[in-house]
């Protein structure tokens, strides 16, 4: 099974600020590399698919790179309502795998 | 309007079975993908589960491997999981998706919570 390992598992941050969180895979999986954004009490929301196509309605705030086995989410300014829980999940071969999650908290 | 929603979960005891469904409406159910995916608290997101469009092919978490069953009825537009020997670790929100492109979940259910306890 492939795992997936996020980087940090939370971080502080204040608003404007840009913020980047890292997902490394054990094996390569190409670009099938997709992340969410999960907030309490709601459903998770996609944001980026394919490593770096972003889902449409998604601000372009967001941002995704990353191929093979590094990959990077990258929020340019960050805004109140992006302080959530956000997840990689690599979808290049099953079991389907998720990332430990990273939660974004204010500074 | 895409819509998905969940029922059938609540208190089990472990050994227990419970089926979880997932009616679809708002799109071509028949061609899309769908997924069951868990949360818990402790360990964030959990893939569950995937079935193709014509049911053809499924794939399990390891985990769940041999006591989840999931299906669909394309007819009825209605996603399944079937869940036996339930263990106290499979307690959680579960979540039906779409699947989409690079087979991310791009719509998702408002959840059903399973509680497995004595």
Known sequence: DIQMTQSPSSLSASVGDRVTITCRA??????????????PGKPPKLLIYGASSLQS?????????????DFTLTIS??????????????????????????????? | EVQLVESGGGLVQPGGSL???????????????????????????????RIFSDGSTTSYADSVK?????SRDNAKNTLFLQMNSLRAEDSGMYYCSRGSAYASSDYWGQGVLVTVSS
Not at chain 1, 26 to 39: A, D, F, P, T, V
Not at chain 1, 60 to 69: D, H, V
Not at chain 2, 21 to 44: D, E, I, L, N
């Open chain 1, 77 to 107: 300014s960050l805004q109140p309502e992006d302080f959530a829980t956000y997840y990689c999940q690599q979808t290049y071969s099953a079991p389907l795998t998720f990332g430990g999650g990273t939660k974004v908290e204010i500074k």
């Open chain 1, 26 to 39: 054990s094996q390569s999986i190409h670009s099938h590399l997709n992340w969410y954004q999960h907030k």
């Open chain 1, 57 to 69: 309605g998604v601000p372009s705030r967001f941002s995704g790179s990353g191929s093979g086995t």
């Open chain 2, 19 to 49: 089926r979880l469904s997932c009616a679809a409406s708002g799109f071509t159910f028949s061609t899309y993908w769908m997924h069951w995916v868990r949360q818990t608290p402790g360990k964030g997101l959990v893939w569950v589960s």
């Open chain 2, 66 to 70: 041999g006591r989840f069953t999931i």
